[in-house]
Each structure stands twice: as C-alpha cells, then as structure tokens.
C-alpha cells in the first residue's frame, strides 16, 4: 500500500514561515512528478506548486517569489517552504504524486491526508 504522510502544518502569524514535509511509503518502483495542493473554505482546491523528478518546478502565480518547492528523490520526499505568509494562505494543504507501484504499471495519482495551514495573528 502506498501512503504519502505530510507533515509541517501549524499556526503562524502573518509574516512568517513554514515548511511543509511529504514522504511516500510503502512498496512502490518510481515516483514522477509530486506538488502540493491547498483548499481553503468553500474554495476549489488548486495547484499550489509541482516538481518533476528532474527538478523542474512550477508555481501559482500568487505564492512566486514566497514559496519554494524541492524534493529528495532519495527520501522519497517533497517539501514546500513558505515565506512571508499571509492570511489567504490559510487552507489545507494537500501532498500529491505520482506513483509508479510496479515497472508493468502506469503511474497512479496518489494524495496525502491534508494538513492545515493557519495565517492568523
């Protein structure tokens, strides 16, 4: 069974950081492209930035220059550092992947349980 657990998510005031942590377990052969989402209350969950597995990252417009996404293929893991967050960060954010279980198999599109994020002072 392939999980990916997230971890990282808190209270910060405006203004702050925070690092969000995704590590995918389990038995699995590859992973290619991983990112994060986030849902805010009664908001439609969007892309909130991706990685390839060769590195190549892509952001939303509204978190450039703020947030950094990076991976560690060897720990099977992605991260996203927030900067400067505001309170329209607020929302949960969500780990995503894709995950090749088996070399015969295609790539499966696997999410992570949510962890919330709050801007507030």
């Known amino acids: 069974q392939v999980q990916l657990v997230e971890s990282g ?12 942590s995704c590590a995918a377990s389990g038995s699995f052969f590859s ?24 590195g190549s990252t892509n952001y939303v417009d509204s978190v450039k220059d703020r947030f950094t996404i990076s991976r560690d293929n060897a720990k099977n ?5 927030m900067n400067s ?7 949960v954010y969500y780990c995503n992947a894709d995950i090749r279980r088996r070399t015969w198999l295609d790539y499966t599109n696997y999410w992570g349980q949510g962890t919330q994020v709050t801007v507030s002072s």
């Open 77 to 81: 893991s992605v991260y996203l550092h």
């Open 31 to 54: 992973i290619n492209a991983m990112g994060w989402y986030r849902q805010a209350p009664g908001k439609q969950r969007e892309l909130v930035a991706a990685i390839t597995s060769g």
């Open 9 to 20: 998510g808190g209270l910060v005031q405006p203004g702050g950081s925070l690092r969000l």
């Open 85 to 91: 967050l505001k309170p329209e960060d607020t929302a």
